[in-house]
């Protein structure tokens, strides 16, 4: 089965710095992949996918990130960070044909002034 | 634009007693999942819905707790009783098919506090 690991359940940068989030997964089939953000007692929110296609993926609020097959890795990146961008951030696998959608355990993202 | 519906957005409750959580899907999303997230962890399934089949079921501990989507619409998890180690966030999110690709939508969740 599908499994994430997310390195790093804390990470804090400085407002402006560049903000890096770790994902590697674990699929046996090619798989799918999503970064979902979730602010304090609230819902998870998709910030980007990837599915088949360009492996590097542009989502909302200025957040990319790149499948890379070879390194059975799917990092979040944004070059800037904001004050609101403070939340925490999951990262998620699925198969083709399989329903199970698997996530990681989060990393809460603090941004300093 | 549409949102996944959820009430209540809190919940506390003795150990011992029923509670039940409510979830509206986006309109005309055909797959329903029921997560539970404890605190400082991600979400895990507990059940899936196509319709008002349940597609998958395997992680709902069922002597406690039980789901259902009559209609094929809204969808109600209930907890019967409930126990301390069930404090936690209760997610409802729907997708358009079982397209896995398919993106999630996730409503606001409830969070369940047991005493």
């Known amino acids: 089965a599908q499994s994430v690991t997310q390195l790093g359940s804390h990470v804090s940068v400085s407002e402006g710095a560049l903000v890096l989030l770790r994902c590697n997964y674990s699929s046996s089939v090619p798989p799918y992949l999503f970064w979902y953000v979730q602010y304090p007692n609230q819902g998870l929110q998709l910030l980007l996918k990837?599915?088949?296609?360009?492996?590097l993926v542009k989502g909302i609020n200025g957040f990319e990130a790149e499948f890379k097959k070879s390194e059975t890795s799917f990092h979040l990146t944004k070059p800037s960070a904001h004050m609101s961008d403070a939340a925490e951030y999951f990262c998620?696998?699925?198969?083709?044909?399989?329903?199970?959608?698997?996530f990681g355990a989060g990393t809460r993202l603090t941004v300093k002034p | 634009e549409a949102e996944v519906a959820q009430s209540p957005r809190y919940k506390i409750t003795e150990k011992s007693q029923a509670v039940a959580f409510w979830c509206d899907p986006i309109s005309g999303h055909a797959t329903l999942y029921w997560y539970r997230q404890i605190l400082g962890q991600g979400p895990e399934l507990l059940v899936q819905f196509q319709d008002e089949s349940v597609v998958d079921d395997s992680q709902l501990p069922k002597d406690r707790f039980s789901a259902e989507r009559l209609k094929g619409v809204d969808s109600t998890l209930k907890i019967q009783p409930a126990e301390l180690g069930d404090s936690a966030m209760y997610l409802c999110?729907?997708?358009?098919?079982?397209?896995?690709?398919?993106?999630?939508?996730f409503g606001p969740g409830t969070r369940l506090t047991v005493l």
């Open positions: 998620a696998v699925s198969e083709r044909g399989n329903n199970d959608m698997r």
């Open positions: 990837y599915t088949t296609g360009a492996t």
């Open positions: 999110a729907s997708r358009v098919s079982g397209e896995t690709g398919d993106t999630q939508y």
